[in-house]
């Protein structure tokens, strides 16, 4: 009889206490696979950024020759494009950062307004608009533009996503003990960046 009551007071204590790990083990488990998955969506980023800027110095070369005293443009052109590879890079680094991602984002706001400033000169110039470098650079580019859009909403809904779990009551609880902070979204902060650079010829 007393056996019997020392077991399921036991039992009483061990099941919930074994219940309680294993929704530990569940939420953390979970969080993981959360972060994991917004950090893969930035990979998928940051290889369209990377396209992105690989076009830009074949577009400013072959608008070179046909701009030549727009060189200020040009010159703009490569320096945003180089603080935008900047900011990505750090921003890869740890994909959660705000102020890496506001920096991506301030960056690339910029690089799109000098990569528009390019496009409305290239207007300007008939033999570049008809040279056919020029067009497929720019058709490359236009097409990189959709991808970075498509890949940059697939990141914000897995933010979205791990935020919203990490945030809600009882995941919380294990979200901060454990070091899984908020992740930053990739938002256009410009009303200019949100449309792809206008490619018209």
């Given at each position: 009889m007393i056996r019997g009551s020392i077991i399921i007071v036991l039992?009483?204590?061990?099941?919930?206490?074994?219940?309680?790990?294993?929704?530990?083990v569940s939420a953390?488990?979970?969080?993981?696979?959360?972060?994991?998955?917004y950090q893969n969506a930035f990979a998928q980023i940051d290889v369209q950024l990377k396209r992105r800027y690989d076009l830009i110095p074949n577009l400013v070369e072959?608008?070179?020759g046909y701009i030549k005293h727009e060189r200020g443009t040009l010159e703009a052109v490569i320096a945003a494009r180089n603080a935008a590879s900047t900011a990505?890079?750090?921003?890869?680094?740890?994909?959660?950062?705000?102020?890496?991602?506001?920096?991506?984002?301030?960056?690339?706001?910029?690089?799109?307004?000098?990569?528009?400033?390019?496009?409305?000169?290239?207007?300007a110039y008939p033999d570049l608009k008809a040279n056919t470098t020029m067009l497929t650079l720019m058709e490359?580019?236009?097409s990189t533009e959709n991808?970075?859009?498509?890949?940059?909403?697939?990141?914000?809904?897995?933010v979205m996503t791990y935020n919203t779990k990490r945030e809600t009551f009882p995941t919380n609880l294990i979200a901060a003990p454990f070091n899984f902070g908020p992740a930053e979204?990739?938002?256009?902060?410009?009303?200019?960046?949100k449309a792809a650079p206008k490619v018209s010829f």
């Open positions: 039992l009483v204590l061990v099941v919930p206490v074994f219940f309680i790990l294993m929704w530990i953390y488990n979970r969080l993981v696979a959360l972060r994991n998955r072959t608008a070179k990505n890079v750090r921003a890869a680094q740890n994909p959660g950062d705000a102020a890496a991602m506001k920096e991506l984002s301030g960056a690339e706001a910029a690089l799109t307004g000098t990569l528009g400033r390019l496009f409305a000169l290239a207007e490359e580019l236009t991808k970075v859009a498509f890949a940059r909403q697939a990141y914000n809904d897995a979204l990739f938002a256009v902060e410009k009303p200019e960046e």
